[in-house]
């Protein structure tokens, strides 16, 4: 059907052309501001690449302990610590510095940084026990440790919430009546004789 290709005005125009149906209000306005045309997509998603993402990667070889303390925070608007590295060493680069000395300066700016943020830590921490307050939270803690104390409620749930241990009862009742029942099964496979060769079934 040639009167469907096309975008909306064509196939319209070729509609009225075709007296299939009448003029409608909108065309004329529509012809005098078209709509825009899109190119079409030839089904391939383009992956998108910033320019830092390179200095990002070498970062992350560099420092693979980062993933684990640096972690990217959804929720938050601070960007991680291997995208500032790698802004930096950009900026250095604009700056005329060459690679090697930009990532070096931007490394040195990490450690220095992250040695500060641990000794400020140290320094809060003794200062709580002085005055015989809760400490601070780590600026880097163990995901271990994160991840156990997000489980620690539903950990504790399983022991003290009603509804759960119904459901473990429940459980158990019906693994013992299947172990029941194989039991049942083998006693009777192991008392049940073959046949004799001389009976007909």
């Keep these: 059907m040639s009167y469907m290709r096309g975008d909306l005005l064509t196939r319209m125009r070729k509609l009225v052309k075709g007296l299939a149906c009448p003029t409608p209000i909108w065309l004329k306005a529509m012809e005098e501001a078209p709509p825009v045309v899109f190119p079409r997509v030839d089904g391939k998603i383009k992956k998108i690449e910033m320019p830092e993402d390179v200095y990002v990667k070498r970062f992350f ?50 450690m220095a940084e992250k040695k500060a943020k641990k ?31 997000e489980e620690k409620k539903y950990v504790k749930d399983r022991f003290f919430n009603p509804k759960i241990l119904e459901i473990v009862a429940k459980m158990k009742a019906e693994r013992a009546a299947e172990l029941q029942e194989r039991m049942g099964n083998n006693y009777n496979n192991a008392t049940r004789q073959p046949p004799r060769r001389d009976q007909p079934w």
């Design 61 to 110: 070889k560099k420092h693979p302990d980062s993933l684990y303390h640096d972690a990217v925070r959804f929720n938050g608007f601070d960007p991680p610590p291997a995208r500032l590295f790698a802004w930096r060493v950009l900026d250095l680069k604009e700056q005329g510095v060459n690679e090697e000395e930009a990532m070096a300066v931007a490394d040195m700016e990490y």
């Design 119 to 149: 000794k400020a830590y140290s320094e809060l921490k003794k200062i709580a026990r002085l005055q015989g307050k809760k400490a601070p939270p780590n600026p880097y803690p163990s995901p271990v440790k994160e991840i156990q104390k």
